[in-house]
């Protein structure tokens, strides 16, 4: 935390407060208000957090005006470009570059953790074949806990440390097997020679009967989409980790909190829900029929795959995403696909269209992503499961951080309340 500098003072009933503010190496400013309840007996109200700090942090920045998002302090086209997904995992878990040697170390530790305990094998089993591959997830991520004790206890920076490692090194083989479960095809085993993108393309295309070889470009276009979604902050699904780990929880739980999280369609669940509406629409024309519906108050429908809580100019991420789209389709020779016309006619339309002009809409990561996806032979229903393999990382960064943060406590809101003052219970038969 930084020295505060100025302050700013809040005026109540006549009685005045000086609240320190703090400013961060870039971004805006924040007002410290921990003390407002002991000195004034008020509480702030911000449903959403929409203008909350909920800790300090030194991962990663977004500008959502400039549409800039930085890790550790390098811009994500540059990482998406000249990096990839181990490297940024490095960069994220321990603050800066690797050399050659850190990166061959983090990169041989990684792979020799890829593999899960066997008898984690029953616990697929014991799902239903047609279960989404996220409830898999969720249950099979919790599960954890139960196998992995010699790394749950979080007051160990070493235990820690091999929590974090299990987690990024395995999470590629249990969403994997999630898929190949749904499928009824049989797990496959990840592939110590193959890097982490080729290694997760492999479990989920290879079966016993016919190896899969994997294409190097799609396993850079996955590496990328691994890369784009790894890290974004105080998210939904990071802040629920961070709750989640305020109380002390293990980690294993607390990436299964955030993956429930993610699961949402106003967040990591965009990404199916954006394909499946890029094909309910089907054809071009069909265009200002969805977006006079997405403009309509009365009717729930949204465009999925626009618009941010943060980015109000554009997510950078999703400019990557577009370009990869390109590259993949071409390289798989899919000439005049429908569902990308589809989707780069919707995104001119609603950004000419003054409704999502005024409201800084704007397509996000997951306006491109499922396209990339379905084009490499993934069902919708994966989208989720690899933003969630992608996301481990950051979740398990920003866990990292919470140790070392000394003013951290557990996360408790407090609320307004708007129900009924203390009245007497009434007996059931005069009711
Ligand atoms: N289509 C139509 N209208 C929209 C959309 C949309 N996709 N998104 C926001 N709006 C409108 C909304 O109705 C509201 O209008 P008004 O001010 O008249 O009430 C205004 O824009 C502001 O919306 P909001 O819901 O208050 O904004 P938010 O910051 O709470 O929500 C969001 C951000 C991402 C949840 C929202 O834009 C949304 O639901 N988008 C569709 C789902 C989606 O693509 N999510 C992926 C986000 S990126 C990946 C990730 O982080 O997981």
């Known amino acids: 935390m930084t020295e505060s500098t100025k302050n700013a003072t809040l005026t109540i009933d006549g009685n005045s407060y000086d609240l320190p503010i703090y400013s961060p190496t870039t971004g805006p400013d924040v007002i410290d208000i921990r003390k407002l309840y002991s000195s004034a007996g008020v509480f702030t109200y911000d449903p959403g957090f929409t203008s909350t700090a909920s800790c300090d942090s030194t991962i990663t920045f977004i500008d959502g005006d400039k549409g800039e998002l930085l890790h550790r302090g390098y811009p994500i086209d540059q990482l998406a470009s000249k990096s990839h997904y181990l490297e940024v995992c490095y960069l994220l878990l321990y603050g800066a570059l690797p050399t050659a040697a850190e990166l061959e170390d983090f990169e041989g530790t990684i792979t020799r953790h890829t593999m899960i305990h066997e008898q984690m094998h029953n616990f697929f089993r014991g799902f239903r074949r047609d279960a989404h591959p996220m409830a898999t997830m969720v249950g099979v991520v919790g599960a954890m806990s139960a196998f992995y004790q010699d790394s749950s206890d979080i007051a160990d920076p070493r235990q820690r440390e091999i929590a974090s490692h299990r987690m990024v090194a395995k999470m590629p083989t249990i969403a994997a097997m999630a898929y190949k479960y749904s499928i009824g095809q049989p797990f496959v085993y990840p592939r110590n020679d193959l890097d ?11 079966v016993p009967a016919e190896e899969y070889v994997v294409d190097p470009i799609l396993a850079r276009a996955m590496d990328r989409i691994f890369t784009l979604h790894a890290d974004h902050e105080q998210n939904a699904s990071t802040s629920t980790v961070r709750l989640a780990s305020s109380s002390g929880a293990n980690p ?20 199916q829900a954006c394909l499946e509406m890029l094909k309910e629409i089907g054809t071009p024309d069909r265009i200002p029929e969805y977006i006079a519906r997405a403009k309509d108050k009365d009717d729930p429908f949204r465009l999925m795959g626009f618009g941010h809580r943060v980015y109000k100019n554009f997510d950078p991420r999703a400019t990557v995403m577009k370009q990869s789209a390109d590259e993949v389709l071409d390289l798989l020779g899919i000439e005049n696909n429908p569902i990308l016309q589809v989707a780069k006619e919707l995104e001119a339309a609603a950004l000419a269209d003054p409704y999502f002009a005024d409201k800084k809409l704007f397509p996000n990561v997951d306006f491109y992503s499922g396209i990339i996806l379905e084009a490499m032979g993934l069902p919708t229903s994966m989208f989720t499961p690899i933003f969630a393999v992608s996301r481990t990382v950051g979740w398990i960064s920003q866990w990292k ?7 951290q406590k557990i996360g408790r809101p407090r609320q307004l309340y708007l129900g009924e003052t203390e009245r007497n219970y009434v007996d059931v038969e005069n009711r």
């Open 252 to 271: 294993f739980a607390c990436i299964a909190a955030g993956i429930a999280c993610l699961w949402g369609p106003a967040h990591g669940g965009a990404n």
């Open 196 to 206: 982490y993108a080729s290694n997760f393309l492999h479990m989920c295309f290879s």
């Open 401 to 407: 951080e919470q140790f070392d943060d000394p003013q």
